[in-house]
């Protein structure tokens, strides 16, 4: 599984991105995705995820009715929209696949990583 995260860049607060994970060998029959974010010293932390098979979607309460999580299965493409951007969401964000149960938002549970994309609101 290779995965290329695209779509980071400079925006100002209140603005949005759309960031996208391109998928190559991915079965979205069985996968689950997530979406990962880690600021300058901090930790990764999960920001939403989308589970494969029936499209339930979870979020960190942070960016909660600001971030979309969506599936293109025909493009092999998982979206994170992001409206409403505010400065504390400056980060490198990451998506991750994963085949197991457990809590969404924990990256030991992830077992496949795009090299990331930067996203800076200033």
């Known amino acids: 599984v290779q995965l290329v995260e695209s779509g980071g860049g400079s925006v100002q607060a209140g603005g949005s991105l759309k960031l996208s994970c391109a998928a190559s060998?991915?079965?979205?029959?069985?996968?689950?995705m997530g979406w990962f974010r880690q600021g300058p010293g901090g930790e990764r932390e999960g920001v939403a995820n989308?589970?494969?098979?029936?499209?339930?979607?979870y979020y960190d309460d942070s960016v909660l009715g600001r971030f979309t999580i969506s599936q293109d299965n025909a493009e092999n493409t998982v979206y994170l929209q992001m409206n409403n951007l505010e400065p504390k969401d400056t980060a490198m964000y990451y998506c991750?696949?994963?085949?197991?149960?457990?809590?969404?938002?924990?990256?030991?549970?992830?077992?496949?990583w795009g090299q990331g994309t930067q996203v800076t609101v200033s």
């Open positions: 060998g991915l079965d979205f029959s069985t996968y689950c």
């Open positions: 989308i589970h494969f098979p029936d499209g339930t979607t």
């Open positions: 991750a696949t994963s085949v197991r149960w457990g809590p969404w938002n924990s990256p030991d549970l992830y077992n496949n």
